[in-house]
């Protein structure tokens, strides 16, 4: 129908719109009710248009990480109102897709000899009703043609912030205290706080636990070979691997410089499914504004 009515609108000033109708077996009313509603159908094709152009610009914005989504969260947040179902077939239509997540290889190595004995607190509850409180953290590896560089994180369960990190070229307890340390310096971990960690070597040594004790941070380690004891810190990291867009690095340098990006892109502008699709700087400083009225 569509089509001989565009035959129509092409040929009347030729053939005349009664004479076509008739051939074609329309009727006239049909075809001027068609001409009538054509500038709305042109409205709506330059909305979709724009709303394409929208959705592509978000995805490359943030490195073709985002799926429908996130991008859906972000459109209204833009103030966009728009079906996720509409998202999904646009961007299927022009080929997009986000990107899903690869397996992370454990570097956990159990401490040899005895250690004094930690009880898991957090026991997979990985929600935390105030900032600064409840912290989980872990170490993964980045590989670059100069060596293995290593990230140790301490991440707040409140609002999923990498509230303090460590990037070195060795996975000595330095690594994990040092990451301590900077989040206690920005003022990110108040007192009497819980971190939790897996059984590494490093979260058993005395350095570490002397660290957590001098900032009165009480230690939580979760149990032999359970992954799901730690699933935040590993979830964080499969998804770091899959959106910093690197399989290896030329440097060491280049490496640290693409992390410390990243990271900051995490904090600040990447949405969180968990957060109800805000960030976590945004979770952090609405409670903060909250809490001050």
Request: charged letters at 25%; one cysteine or more; proline letters at 3%.
């Amino acid at each position: 129908m569509i089509y001989r009515y565009r035959f129509i609108s092409e040929h009347r000033a030729e053939f005349g719109v009664k004479r076509l109708c008739q051939v074609l077996g329309l009727r006239r009313q049909g075809f001027h009710e068609w001409v009538a509603a054509e500038s709305a159908r042109e409205v709506a094709a330059a909305r979709e248009r724009e709303l394409i152009a929208m959705i592509a610009s978000i995805h490359a914005q943030h490195r073709g990480a985002y799926g429908r989504p996130r991008i859906t969260a972000e459109l209204r947040r833009r103030g966009r109102v728009v079906n996720h179902k509409r998202v999904q077939r646009l961007m299927r239509e022009q080929g997009l897709a986000g990107i899903t997540r690869r397996k992370r290889r454990s570097l956990t190595k159990p401490a040899a000899g005895p250690v004094t004995p930690v009880a898991d607190v957090i026991r997979r509850d990985f929600t935390a009703e105030h900032p600064g409180r409840r912290f989980v953290g872990d170490i993964t590896y980045l590989p670059t043609f100069q060596g293995w560089l290593y990230l140790a994180t301490v991440i707040d369960l409140h609002n999923r912030e990498i509230a303090g990190h460590a990037i070195g070229d060795h996975l000595r307890a330095d690594l994990v205290c040092d990451a301590i340390t900077l989040a206690t310096a920005r003022g990110l971990i108040r007192p009497d706080a819980v971190f939790n960690s897996d059984r590494g070597v490093q979260y058993n040594s005395g350095q570490f636990r002397a660290a957590l004790a001098e900032h009165r941070i009480r230690p939580s380690i979760g149990r032999v070979g359970s992954c799901y004891d730690n699933a935040v810190a590993e979830s964080f990291f499969a998804t770091l691997k899959t959106e910093i867009g690197t399989t290896i690095w030329p440097t060491r340098n280049q490496a640290r410089h693409d992390l410390y990006r990243y990271l900051h892109y995490y904090n600040h502008d990447r949405l969180h499914s968990t957060l109800s699709h805000r960030t976590p700087h945004e979770t952090r400083t609405t409670y903060s504004h909250h809490q001050a009225a």
